[in-house]
């Protein structure tokens, strides 16, 4: 087996980088900075990235079917037309949460775009607690709002045959677990599947692999792990040389790489000189498994 290597791909520095997806078309890597709010795409040939400014915090960033991004920006879902730097809102969440912004999120395998919100932070992991909610913006752009209470809601993904939807609540220190039905896109059943240990401080984002294990990063852990949800064990951890590790994709020729992104916000000037990547993005290769290409939002 071909040893693992890491790479600081992209050295420009997100205040949270996040919501990585891979876009096979254009050989790219488009992700957002939270809190920088920004959404960028960089370029896996020419190392170019290119940038475009939105109003609010950018939780995550999906591709479209029909071409363009759906955003879920400050409580809006909205499209953006990268070429154009337009941003056209489709639907609003948490009227009547004021302080609220959305964060991570993900398409399902039949085109929903699911996102979660969550209280401004006080302090990085810092928050008003249950404040946030779990939402999937339907293909006739109607929002459908799945659960409640919730803190940071984080990573997400579904299984190989899409009846498990995994999700992370990230003050639950765990990934739990729903069935999920495909045709209604309604989960149920929620229950425990992985529970952090203490050095593996916050669970981040995640994503599902070709075998149907998950990646999940660790904010404040430096590290991504491998678990397989079949036995609720972790089989893999991969170190990395910064603590503020926050989302993992597959991308690359034949999504044989992983990229993990991560952030500055947070850390004093002390930190940041001891891991002077931090905020960068990193490329993994030689882990011997690949990952499955990203859907699209089908509104
Ligand atoms: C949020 C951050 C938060 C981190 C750790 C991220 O997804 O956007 O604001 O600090 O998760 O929970
Ligand atoms: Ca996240």
């Not at 290597?5 to 254009?26: F, L, N, Q």
Request: charged share 25%; with cysteine; glycine share 10%.
């Amino acid at each position: 087996m071909a040893s693992i290597k890491i790479e600081c791909v992209v050295k420009d520095k997100s205040r949270i980088g996040e919501s990585p997806v891979w876009e096979e078309k254009h050989g790219c890597l488009v992700y957002v900075d939270i809190t920088g709010q920004k959404v960028c795409c960089w370029n896996a040939a020419t190392k170019q990235v290119k940038t475009v400014h939105v109003d609010a915090p950018v939780g995550s960033v999906v591709p479209r079917r029909s071409g363009g991004y759906v955003l879920a920006v400050g409580k809006r879902f909205a499209f953006l037309d990268f070429e154009k730097e337009t941003v056209t809102d489709i639907a609003l969440v948490d009227q009547d949460k004021a302080n609220n912004r959305f964060n991570d999120g993900k398409v399902d395998p039949a085109g929903r775009f699911f996102a979660g919100t969550m209280a401004i932070e006080t302090r990085p992991a810092e928050v008003e607690r249950q404040q946030g909610s779990l939402y999937a913006l339907q293909s006739d752009h109607s929002v459908v709002k799945h659960f409640d209470q919730v803190n940071i809601s984080n990573g997400l993904d579904w299984s190989l045959d899409h009846k498990t939807f995994y999700y992370i609540d990230s003050l639950s220190f765990a990934v739990d677990a729903f069935d999920y039905d495909l045709h209604s896109g309604k989960i149920s059943n929620r229950r425990l599947m992985y529970k952090l240990e203490q050095a593996e401080a916050i669970p981040d984002g995640q994503c599902i692999d070709a075998e149907g294990k998950l990646w999940v990063a660790c904010y404040k852990g430096g590290r991504v792990l491998r678990i397989d949800p079949e036995t609720g064990k972790r089989i893999q951890t991969v170190k990395l040389p910064v603590d503020m590790t926050t989302s993992c994709c597959f991308g690359g020729k034949d999504y044989s790489e992983l990229y993990v992104t991560s952030a500055v916000d947070g850390m004093d000037e002390e930190w940041k000189q001891r891991q002077p990547q931090a905020g960068g993005i990193f490329k993994i290769t030689g882990l011997g498994v690949k990952g499955i290409p990203p859907y699209s939002y089908a509104g």
